[in-house]
């Protein structure tokens, strides 16, 4: 840009003289002209705009000059806008009285000191700043509108604080600034960096791109944007691989050079923009686009607002998303396009803007051959005659864009607040509003509870923080067969909605970068299915983790669960893991069970046998092999061994609270009374062998009489047992959920262990005696002696009975029913085989042994 300078004043003045001349300073003076626009009014609006992207500093001998180069036509549109609102408004007789509304604009070129500059201008009114003095004494300036960046924005709010100047920024979108107590005057179009962010980090979500890169302007800009949308990330768990910082300077600087290796070795294939909007930092991505070639970018919407930014480098940006504040509104009307149409040269003579929109972007000629020079110098291009047909809508970005809506937006609302302070303050005369009405810490009160309704008749309306709250549109860059690059809208972002409903995305229908066009992959580790969960990696951040199965009895059914979630009590995880399904039920059931229908057959067997060998005793009752052993203590254990063997119907089946309390219940009493019923015949034998010596005194207890008394008595006890534990602790039935995971174990839990060991105790003691006083009784005559079969009866009984104790208590569910099924089966069988089987023995094949002489060879003591 030097060397441009120096050929323009070599062309305009002498060479080589040093320093310059006061004829060429004023030559280069005169072509640099300030971008200031005016039309005087009644009620005067300030106006810093951007319409140069950047400004350059040159120092030559004698002169300090500010040179703003690379125009946009979109931040141009935005100018016409301004223009437009104005005249529009002008032409509205209901609002401000026939008071005209009139504009004093500068270009700040994105340059903070320019911006502070325009503003002291536009309050002074001359060329050069004046600050606290105004040198046009009937000029009454409202209020401001501007500007588009952030970093101009800020210093002119500081300013206009203090003076208590009204502002509305049409692109600001510094979290800072919705500080109501440093900034009461400031108001903006835009959404703050908050909002855009939240929507960014739900849209990243989203597409579940949890391992994304940022790149950043090297400025407090760009590292304030970071910590707001780390801040964001982390709510949606999303982490942040690497955060590259480019430099404004044009060179390489070293910095970049590092951040290229990291963008190279990056596993995410991501990127988000942040910071300040730089075609220098665009075009450092464009230099080395190979590195990045393969990479998705996400742009917050002052990045996607500025199509210049995207046309610039859309090799590199095709294929991305874009996020754009999206107005309720637009201004592509016919009243718009007439008015773009009708702008030209001829039509507005001594009008800068349309001659520098003319000169720069359509390449015309001015009458200003000095301003001819430098331009053709500084954009380096070739400037020529026009023909006067051509036209600002001829240009793409002077038709109408999502974006461009904020300008007028912001005139229009302090139009607004404007007419409703007059209406307030009840002064409808002209003549003295211009004089008396003072907008300077008035007007931002109207502008709180003002509202602007759409052409569609929709309110829109500044919130508590002085933002205006609209929808995000979602836009896909895609280049087309013609080379340009479009954007396509394919989601919106409603901030207002509830939760789950404010994103409305059609991923279908988004053109990726590549050819396969599937979704970009952005994580650090592969998605967690369901059936796992995410264990996170020693010494990495939280996206990066490890999948491990989970647990027994807990599930996950979301992809990426952080945590398994364990199964309710009766229900348990399906094999993958997924969800819960109802557990297994194990019982001993008369169906589904082989082993049932075993115990079912020999129960039964066994108590038909029973039956035939009491229907045996019944028929010869009256025979000496029955009388001699008493038989009605023979029919009572007959009596009893065939409810025991009913009694295992008891255990087969679904347990419940009754069958839990009557299957015990049922097999201690009937086995006590088959203990006692041994018992007392094993005591009825000894009496009846000592009444047989001559003069014994024991005759007087043979009889009925004994035999029953310790039947009944011994049972008694058991009885008196079995009700105590009914009374204070029964049996019910249990669910086992944790013995065998997966399974539910229907089973009968016996309430008071106490009580049940005291059944079975008493009737191992019952036992033991029956056994004691057998075994001293085996010594007897063989025609009398049943005490050897009682002996090896109770021995089997309490061998089953000893050896069942410790089974039962190592092992669960139906295989403990089984156990005691087999003791029941087995101890009753063996009485059965031991006392009755000899006898039916001889009662049915050896009749002839039934005789009381074969008993006894004459002498026969009956005891019946």
């Not at 105590?724 to 008071?752: M, R, V, Y």
Request: glycine share 6%; charged share 15%; with cysteine.
């Amino acid at each position: 840009m030097l060397l441009c300078l120096t050929a323009l004043c070599v062309g305009l003045c002498t060479p080589g003289v040093q320093p310059l001349n006061p004829a060429c300073r004023l030559q280069i003076i005169e072509a640099i002209e300030e971008h200031e626009y005016i039309q005087e009014g009644d009620i005067m609006l300030g106006g810093v705009l951007t319409a140069h992207l950047l400004v350059i500093t040159k120092k030559i001998p004698g002169l300090h000059i500010l040179i703003c180069t690379d125009p946009t036509q979109q931040n141009s549109k935005h100018f016409l806008d301004f223009r437009f609102s104005i005249e529009q408004l002008n032409t509205n007789p209901s609002l401000l009285a026939n008071l005209t509304l009139g504009y004093h604009i500068y270009d700040s070129c994105g340059d903070p000191r320019k911006a502070v500059r325009s503003v002291l201008q536009i309050l002074s009114g001359t060329r050069e700043p004046v600050p606290n003095y105004s040198c046009v004494g009937k000029r009454n300036i409202a209020g401001f509108i501007g500007d588009l960046t952030s970093e101009t924005t800020v210093p002119i709010a500081q300013i206009l604080s203090i003076y208590g100047y009204s502002q509305i920024s049409y692109g600001a979108t510094d979290p800072s600034l919705s500080d109501r107590t440093t900034f009461p005057y400031f108001f903006r179009t835009v959404q703050g960096d908050s909002g855009q962010y939240y929507a960014l980090s739900k849209l990243l979500r989203h597409f579940s791109w949890t391992w994304i890169g940022i790149i950043r302007s090297d400025d407090d800009s760009g590292e304030k944007e970071v910590e707001l949308l780390r801040r964001f990330l982390h709510g949606e768990s999303i982490c942040i691989e690497f955060t590259v910082k480019i430099g404004s300077n044009i060179g390489d600087d070293p910095q970049w050079l590092w951040g290229q290796n990291i963008i190279q070795k990056s596993s995410s294939r991501v990127i988000v923009l942040c910071g300040t909007v730089s075609l220098t930092l665009v075009g450092k991505l464009a230099k080395f686009a190979r590195w990045i070639r393969e990479k998705t970018f996400v742009l917050p919407s002052k990045w996607g607002a500025n199509d210049q930014i995207l046309s610039y480098a859309q090799h590199i940006f095709t294929g991305s998303l874009v996020l754009t504040q999206i107005y309720p509104y637009k201004l592509d009307t016919a009243e718009m396009r007439d008015f773009l149409n009708s702008l030209t040269p001829s039509n507005y003579p001594d009008d800068k803007l349309i001659e520098d929109i003319w000169t720069i972007h359509l390449l015309c000629l001015s009458n200003n051959p000095n301003k001819n020079s430098l331009y053709e110098h500084i954009y380096l291009r070739t400037l020529h005659n026009c023909t006067g047909q051509e036209r600002i809508t001829d240009l793409g970005n002077f038709n109408d864009h999502g974006n461009s809506g904020r300008v007028h937006l912001a005139v229009n609302m302090m139009s607004l607040a404007l007419h409703d302070m007059n209406v307030s303050l009840g002064d409808q005369s002209p003549e003295s509003s211009k004089v008396a009405v003072k907008y300077q810490h008035q007007l931002h009160r109207h502008l709180q509870k003002v509202q602007y309704r759409t052409p569609k008749g929709r309110a829109v309306s500044f919130n508590e923080n002085g933002e205006i709250i609209t929808r995000f549109g979602i836009y896909n860059s895609v280049t087309e067969a013609d080379g340009e690059l479009y954007l396509y809208l394919v989601g919106i972002f409603i901030p207002w909605a509830t939760a789950g409903k404010q994103l409305i995305l059609h991923s279908n229908i988004i053109k990726w970068k590549g050819t396969d066009s599937d979704i970009p992959r952005a994580q650090c580790s592969d998605n967690c299915l369901p059936g796992f969960r995410k264990a996170q990696r020693v010494q990495t951040q939280l996206c990066c983790y490890d999948c491990v199965r989970c647990s027994e009895g807990e599930i996950s059914n979301t992809t990426d669960s952080a945590n398994c979630a364990r199964c309710p009590d009766l229900q348990w995880p399906n094999e993958n893991k997924t969800q819960c399904i109802t557990s297994t039920e194990t019982f001993l059931s008369y169906t589904s069970d082989g082993i049932s229908v075993v115990f079912f057959s020999i129960s039964l067997l066994f108590f038909l046998k029973t039956v035939l060998i009491f229907g045996v005793f019944i028929i010869y009752r009256e025979t000496p092999i029955v009388r001699a052993n008493n038989r009605s203590l023979s029919f009572l254990l007959l009596v009893s061994i065939k409810l025991s063997f009913l009694s295992v119907f008891l255990f087969l089946g679904r347990p419940v609270d009754i069958t839990c309390m009557l299957r015990i219940i049922t097999f201690g009493i009937t086995f006590s009374i088959a203990v006692s019923s041994l018992l007392a015949k094993t005591i009825m034998v000894c009496v009846a062998f000592k009444a047989t010596k001559p003069g014994s005194s024991w005759r007087k207890w043979l009889g009925v009489k004994l035999s029953n008394s310790v039947v009944l008595f011994c049972s008694s006890i058991q009885i008196i047992i079995c009700t105590t534990w009914l009374a204070i602790s029964p049996p019910f039935q249990e669910l086992d959920i944790h013995t065998s995971p997966g399974t539910i174990i229907i089973q009968c839990n016996e309430g008071s262990a106490i009580g049940f060991y005291s059944v079975i105790g008493y009737m191992g003691l019952l036992a033991a005696v029956s056994f004691v006083l057998a075994f001293l009784a085996r010594s007897l005559p063989d025609s009398f002696n049943e005490a050897k079969y009682i002996t090896f009866s109770m021995l089997l009984f309490c061998s089953v009975w000893i050896t069942m104790i410790p089974a039962y208590l190592s092992t669960k569910g139906k295989n403990t029913v089984c156990v005691e099924i087999f003791a029941i089966l087995t101890s009753s069988a063996g009485l059965l085989a031991c006392i009755f089987l000899p006898k039916c023995y001889i009662i049915l094949l050896i009749p002839e042994n039934n005789t009381k002489s074969n008993l006894l060879g004459g002498k026969v003591l009956i005891i019946s």
